[in-house]
T-cell receptor
Framework: AQSVAQPEDQVNVAEGNPLTVKCTYSVSGNPYLFWYVQYPNRGLQFLLKYITGDNLVKGSYGFEAEFNKSQTSFHLKKPSALVSDSALYFCAVRDYGNNRLAFGKGNQVVVIP | NAGVTQTPKFQVLKTGQSMTLQCAQDMNHEYMSWYRQDPGMGLRLIHYSVGAGITDQGEVPNGYNVSRSTTEDFPLRLLSAAPSQTSVYFC??????????FGSGTRLTVV
């Protein structure tokens, strides 16, 4: 079964500084990888995905993620964080075979003004 | 285009009561799933479906039933509610290889 690890519970970053949220995954076949964001008392919003192709994927709100097959990682990045980026971020992996989507535990991102 | 619609948004149940959480999507997606979200535990898959008439268990299926009689609807039934089922429940739908689209969630409290 596929699984996702998000090693840090919370990431604190100063406004204007680069933001990185880490994710590693385990899946038996080719991975489909996703990042979602959740604002307080809201549902999950899709940020970006990796299916195939370029290892650097660009998504919504200035976010991007880098797929690294050898390290089985899919870290989320943003060059310059905004206070409005403060939210809960989830990494997810979908197995090509069973199409089930497995989530990590989530990372709380706090951007400090 | 409504996307994924979940009802109700909030519900309080007494221990032992049963209820159905409704989920409907209008995107003709073949895949649908139910997740529960608990603090510090991320989203855990309860049940999922790969098409009408086909369902399967996720990682936390006990105490829940599902059916998929149509492509659009995927209701989640709590058979006999327990305090451990207090959670936020999300329904989601997808096409193959695409990300899932999530509903706005149902916040359930079992007292």
């Amino acid at each position: 079964a596929q699984s996702v690890a998000q090693p840090e519970d919370q990431v604190n970053v100063a406004e204007g500084n680069p933001l990185t949220v880490k994710c590693t995954y385990s899946v038996s076949g080719n991975p489909y990888l996703f990042w979602y964001v959740q604002y307080p008392n809201r549902g999950l919003q899709f940020l970006l995905k990796y299916i195939t192709g370029d290892n650097l994927v660009k998504g919504s709100y200035g976010f991007e993620a880098e797929f690294n097959k050898s390290q089985t990682s899919f870290h989320l990045k943003k060059p310059s964080a905004l206070v409005s980026d403060s939210a809960l971020y989830f990494c997810a992996v979908r197995d090509y075979g069973n199409n089930r989507l497995a989530f990590g535990k989530g990372n709380q991102v706090v951007v400090i003004p | 285009n409504a996307g994924v619609t979940q009802t109700p948004k909030f519900q309080v149940l007494k221990t032992g009561q049963s209820m159905t959480l409704q989920c409907a999507q209008d995107m003709n997606h073949e895949y649908m799933s139910w997740y529960r979200q608990d603090p510090g535990m991320g989203l855990r898959l309860i049940h999922y479906s790969v098409g009408a008439g086909i369902t399967d268990q996720g990682e936390v299926p006990n105490g829940y039933n599902v059916s998929r009689s149509t492509t659009e609807d995927f209701p989640l039934r709590l058979l006999s509610a327990a305090p451990s089922q207090t959670s936020v429940y999300f329904c989601a739908s997808s096409r193959q290889k695409y990300g899932y689209t999530f509903g706005s969630g149902t916040r359930l409290t079992v007292v």
